[in-house]
């Protein structure tokens, strides 16, 4: 399943990964498409078998805090947007663990992972013994080896407290501890605790996976203790090199051998409609994780180019194009102008050496202007002065752990150009023949009339949306 992992018409963000049993959750908010908001009234779970990432199941409502057509209120207490929850296994149940806007948030139970969940509590604490107001912020709960519950939160600043672990709500007397992380004015921005607290604990090390204060990162720190301090290890990706970038918010989850981190991306042009994707990353003897950046593979090794690939895949989109819907069946990449790059990682062309070239076919809604698309691998300048030798390095050991943007251009090999007419249509030619592992750009190009003003006048307008490609041999 590739980036996002979900189907085109489900914005998922906020994602808490869990593995239960022989299964992956995937629990989180739930973002509405085309809204100028954060998240809805409503928590949905998706869940897949460890061995068939490919193949994801929709388990419905699992809670909500207003009726809709077939379903009563999860609670009585409030009716506001949920927002980021976590869900962790204790004793044979399962506990969901909400945050809601402007209330109090609350606990819930379920026999099952995939609930649906019924309320359980509310917090219970005494006001010294709740940092962040007691609405418990972006809540990520850790069941220690030994049993023992620890929820983390919080908003600008990290706190935490340990749980009864019997009732699973009831916050300990005493237990409250501010600023687990040092996240001091002096501590530069990119390091500082923001929000969206989620823990793990891998071999002996706690880990706390949250974002921090600038930047569209998902950032992580590091303890011998559930209880902290935490010191900040590193980042693990940035949603927003070379794409629209916004709020990241995820964790990691180890499936079988290979870990990955689960995250978001934008959509609509806009920091909402969020989407869930995911990476794999690596965790050094040392602890730490090398940045990882973000692709169009999700689970996959690597893509088919010779099966039809949707546009809205796109792990680099710049100079102002951005993914938009049309309808539910149909997601494509919009405001495609002079100048804008729109880019794919990665595809394993093969090694069929037989012709010189191939053929690709591009499918796009025309919105009257003439333009073009330079076809390119590997990199999106084309300029001779352009040092390429640690791409072509990092290209050739195959490793993407440590190279996670292309902010300043890195030169690419031009195999071909698509002409892109006036109308809806498929446009095809042939291009250079490819082989072995590399990411694919198009470069578009504006109308390119000789008449000054006319020239000018077509290049700032938009040439087409795209929708669908594929190479064809």
Same mark, same amino acid.
């Given at each position: ?14 994602? /808490? ?47 909500? !805090? ?14 506001? /947007? ?30 099952k992972p995939e609930g649906p969940f019924t309320f359980l509590s509310t917090y219970e604490y005494a006001p010294e013994d709740a940092g962040d107001e007691g609405i418990y912020n972006d809540p990520g709960v850790l069941v220690d080896d030994d049993g023992r519950v620890y ?33 001091? /004015? ?9 929000? #969206? ?78 989407? #869930? ?10 602890? !730490? ?5 973000? !692709? ?5 090794? #690597?893509?088919?180019?010779? /099966? ?130 590399? #990411? ?34």
């Amino acid at each position: 399943m590739a980036n996002p992992i979900l189907p085109l018409w489900e914005c998922i963000p906020d994602g /808490e990964p869990r593995q239960f049993g022989d299964r992956v959750y995937l629990y989180g908010s739930h973002d509405r498409f085309g809204c100028d908001k954060f998240c809805d009234y409503k928590l949905k779970a998706w869940s897949a078998p460890i061995d068939d990432l490919d193949h994801w199941t929709c388990h419905g409502h699992i809670f909500q !805090t207003r009726p809709d057509t077939d379903h009563e209120s999860s609670v009585t207490h409030t009716d506001h /947007e949920l927002y980021a929850p976590d869900v962790v296994e204790k004793d044979g149940k399962y506990y969901l663990y909400t945050y809601i806007v402007g209330a109090k948030g609350c606990v819930s139970v379920s026999d099952k992972p995939e609930g649906p969940f019924t309320f359980l509590s509310t917090y219970e604490y005494a006001p010294e013994d709740a940092g962040d107001e007691g609405i418990y912020n972006d809540p990520g709960v850790l069941v220690d080896d030994d049993g023992r519950v620890y929820i983390y939160y919080g908003f600008e600043h990290s706190n935490m407290n340990e749980l009864d672990g019997g009732s699973m709500y009831k916050v300990k007397p005493g237990s409250l501890i501010r600023r687990i992380m040092d996240d001091r /004015e002096e501590i530069p921005e990119p390091q500082r605790f923001y929000e #969206a607290s989620s823990p793990r604990k891998i071999g002996d090390t706690y880990y706390l996976i949250y974002s921090p204060r600038k930047g569209s990162r998902l950032a992580y720190a590091t303890s011998n203790s559930p209880t902290g301090p935490f010191v900040y290890r590193g980042y693990i990706i940035d949603n927003g090199v070379d794409f629209p970038g916004g709020n990241n918010h995820g964790s990691l989850c180890k499936i079988g051998d290979q870990w990955y981190v689960f995250y978001h991306r934008m959509t609509n042009a806009s920091v909402f409609s969020r989407r #869930a994707c995911v990476e794999k990353v690596t965790i050094l003897p040392d602890g !730490t994780i090398p940045p990882v950046e973000m !692709t169009s593979l999700g689970f996959e090794d #690597a893509l088919d180019p010779y /099966e039809p690939v949707k546009a809205e895949i796109a792990c680099v989109l710049m100079g102002g194009c951005f993914v938009t819907e049309k309808d539910v069946f149909r997601r494509v990449v919009t405001e495609v102008k002079d100048g804008c790059v729109i880019g794919y990682k990665y595809f394993d062309f093969g090694d069929d050496d037989s012709s010189k070239t191939m053929e690709l076919a591009i499918k796009t809604v025309g919105r009257g202007f003439r333009g073009r698309f330079h076809v390119l691998i590997d990199g999106t300048d084309l300029s001779e002065e352009n040092d390429n030798s640690v791409r072509s390095e990092w290209i050739e050991k195959g490793d993407n752990i440590g190279y996670s943007s292309l902010s300043k251009p890195v030169k690419g090999t031009e195999i071909g150009v698509i002409e892109i007419g006036l109308g809806d249509g498929i446009y095809r030619g042939r291009v250079r023949n490819v082989t072995g592992r590399h #990411a694919v750009y198009f470069v578009a190009e504006g109308n390119s009339d000789t008449n000054t003003w006319t020239g000018s006048f077509f290049k700032d307008r938009v040439i087409c949306e795209f929708e669908e490609f594929v190479f064809l041999k």
